[in-house]
């Protein structure tokens, strides 16, 4: 049996080694979604050791790619299953005046290991780019992300433009700053903290 606590415990430790033995050891879907959990618990824990000034950007960084793995480790197990036909096709960004990518990143591993076609945007993205990108592609399903608490503001501005251009898009937003609070004020459909929350948001929709 997988310890997920030692797994919580070695990625707010940032310790490798004891990551992917645990990770590896998995061996069906619904440890592969314990273990996200677990993985996402040890990512607060270094959210909290930096806000506290024992982590540094490094660190963050490190952990970003540790997480990644762990994602990729876990992509064959946490694959809803390749549905036939066309995949569903979404918007990914960090929006405008956030250059976070970490989380985004994550996100997008898990959407496409469930059969999302992801249209990354990248950070600090406008909302006309959202727009433009939306109108082009047909798009239904866009996901804001972001780490800052003024990226609230640049979440609203990005919702109420996609409203303006008369665009049917549901719109999740995902990251440190948002709440069911955030969520109604800014105007989106739903709000995540987890990429699990997301991905199963963003299946319900495309169905």
Not at 117 to 144: F, Q, Y
């Amino acid at each position: 049996m997988i310890d997920f606590e030692n797994l919580a415990a070695a990625m707010g430790e940032l310790d490798e080694d004891t990551c992917r033995e645990l990770l590896e050891a998995v061996a069906s879907p619904e440890e592969a979604e314990k273990a996200m959990e677990a993985c996402q618990k040890g990512m607060d824990t270094v959210g909290k050791l930096f806000e506290e000034g024992e982590y540094f950007v490094g660190d963050l960084i490190y952990a970003g790619e540790l997480m990644t793995d762990a994602v990729e480790v876990l992509k064959p197990y946490l694959a809803g299953g390749e549905s036939s036909g066309v995949k569903t096709k979404m918007i990914l960004c960090t929006v405008k005046d956030d250059l976070h990518d970490i989380g985004k990143n994550i996100v997008r591993s898990m959407l496409e290991a469930n059969g999302f076609e992801v249209l990354d945007l990248g950070i600090d993205c406008p909302a006309s780019k959202v727009v433009e990108t939306a109108k082009a592609e047909g798009i239904k399903i866009v996901a804001l992300s972001g780490v800052l608490t003024l990226a609230l503001d640049s979440m609203k501005a990005t919702v109420e433009a996609i409203k303006a251009a008369g665009l049917e898009c549901k719109v999740i937003i995902g990251g440190a700053p948002v709440s069911a609070e955030a969520c109604k004020n800014i105007g989106a459909d739903e709000w995540a903290h987890s990429p699990k929350k997301t991905v199963d948001t963003c299946k319900a929709w495309a169905e």
